[in-house]
């Protein structure tokens, strides 16, 4: 498959080794939604261990298409007391928005790898994400001999963009940065294998 670029140019987009199509869903355990931003003169880096959603892989990799659901109280850095404020008004408002949802609306190549663009809704608020995606490729008999599917995705937000600007800005100083990178590490499994209702 090869795809033409705004600028006219024409792509051909990384080989897939082992892609087929599917429905999957989210195997909460066996995932990691994690994030880091800059705190002070260092990092702090957490996890959201609450996820849920779908992928569905087309016969194309661009007719794929993916949801997800992120419990915002879920949010971990290993210290308690921080963890209480980001669930707090100051942030996420976990109270108020239980949950941060994504929902993607293109796939597209690039030259090295793919990208899932999306939206992400956080406090009520939505905004585009670009997210680069790598296939890490299916198991035919997965861990109870149901199939499974794997990727590795990467982006960055702005979250003054959802409205998040605590410790943004106190005097000449910058408290707690403004960009978030994220990576999400998903392993899904065959929606076949659901149990029927």
Known sequence: MTAVTDSGTTTVPPALD???AGTWVIDPAHCAVSFSVRHLMSRVRGTFND???QI???PDP???RATAVIATASVSTGNDMRD???RSADFFDAERFPV???ASRAVRPTASSWVLAGELT???VTRPVDLEVEFLGTDPAGLQGEPRIGFSAR?????????????LVEGARIVVGDQVDIVLDIQAFDAAMLPRE
């Open 84 to 86: 209480g404020h980001l």
């Open 51 to 53: 996820v849920s959603g």
């Open 18 to 20: 082992g892609w087929i």
């Open 155 to 167: 982006g960055v937000i702005s979250r003054s963009a959802f409205g998040i600007t605590f410790g």
């Open 56 to 58: 569905v892989t087309g």
């Open 122 to 124: 956080i406090r009520d």
């Open 62 to 64: 661009s007719q794929s």
């Open 100 to 102: 941060m949802t994504f």
